[in-house]
């Protein structure tokens, strides 16, 4: 299973685009990227899963590049409620395997 | 659509006791899979089931943790006998099916305080 390494922390204004950065360098061929938003007492909400090139629905884009050993989740417009920790997965998960591998995240600090 | 469903939300009790935390996943997902954030430490996999079967049971941290999924609907966690290092938060999720890149639903996790 891929580990992953992303920022530890970023802040941001509302309005603003964010763009968080996930490194995957030992992404098997398989192996799907999901992104994950998790408020304070809550579960882990999916935001968005993308296998390469670009990925866009009514919350986020998901850009990967060719040699998918990263990806970029990119929030339009954030606002205070955006403000959670951020979690970038890489694994084939969803039946066969779903030992998802969660790191420390990312965590989103959106300001007025 | 109802989502993942946990129970209870939070459980307070003694070290010693045994506590058992239910999961209802979303009707008709087979794969139902357990995950805990203990104290300071990253959410960590448990196990997860195929409709009853155990697929993987990986991340159980020892004996005194037990799951059960009969019937291949709901799924229980039994903690005995508690230990103050089992306090976290306990989450339950579920996939549709065995196709590599479906979605794993969260459900909104049992707080376990052991005293």
């Known amino acids: 299973l891929a580990k992953t390494t992303q920022p530890i922390s970023m802040d941001s204004y509302e309005g603003q685009e964010v763009n968080i950065t996930c490194s995957h360098n030992?992404?098997?061929?398989?192996?799907?990227i999901t992104w994950y938003q998790q408020f304070p007492s809550q579960g882990p909400r999916f935001i968005i899963q993308?296998?390469?090139t670009k990925v866009t629905n009514e919350v986020a884009s998901l850009f990967i590049p060719a040699d998918r050993k990263s990806s970029t989740l990119s929030l339009p417009r954030v606002s205070l409620s955006d403000t959670a920790v951020y979690y970038c997965?890489?694994?084939?998960?969803?039946?066969?395997?779903?030992?998802?591998?969660f790191g420390k995240g990312t965590k989103l600090s959106v300001k007025p | 659509e109802a989502g993942v469903t946990q129970f209870p939300s939070h459980s307070v009790i003694e070290k010693g006791q045994t506590v058992t935390l239910r999961c209802d996943p979303i009707?008709?997902?087979?794969?139902l899979y357990w995950y805990r954030r203990v104290m300071g430490k990253e959410i960590k996999f448990l196990l997860h089931?195929?409709?009853?079967?155990?697929?993987?049971e990986s991340g159980m941290p020892n004996n005194r943790f037990l799951a059960e999924r009969t019937g291949g609907t709901y799924s229980t966690l039994k903690v005995q006998p508690a230990e103050l290092e089992d306090s976290g938060v306990y989450f339950c999720?579920?996939?549709?099916?065995?196709?590599?890149?479906?979605?794993?639903?969260f459900g909104e996790g049992s707080w376990l305080t052991v005293v």
């Open positions: 999720a579920s996939s549709q099916d065995a196709w590599s890149g479906n979605t794993i639903y």
């Open positions: 030992n992404i098997a061929t398989n192996d799907y």
């Open positions: 993308g296998y390469k």
């Open positions: 997965l890489v694994g084939l998960y969803g039946g066969s395997q779903g030992n998802l591998i």
């Open positions: 009707s008709g997902h087979d794969n």
């Open positions: 089931f195929v409709k009853e079967s155990k697929q993987d």
